[in-house]
């Protein structure tokens, strides 16, 4: 059931297109409790999407 890094790193950006399955879910979890380095690179994928969500885009000031 583990999977390796390289799978969780993929898991982890199709995650953020697409739900993933029950199995892909449970997979990416488990190896995410268990490895510090992709859990990381989860958060640090999260806080990127967060932060482009929030970005208003340039000012009409800056289009000029």
């Not at 510090?36 to 000012?59: H, I, S, T, W």
């Amino acid at each position: 059931m583990r999977i390796t890094c390289k799978e969780a790193s993929r898991l982890i950006s199709e995650g953020l297109d697409r739900d993933l399955g029950v199995g892909e879910r449970a997979k990416l979890r488990l190896h995410l409790a268990l490895c510090v380095a992709c859990e990381r690179v989860n958060k640090q994928l999260n806080f990127m999407r967060r932060a482009l969500r929030q970005y208003p885009g340039p000012d009409e000031e800056t289009k000029k």
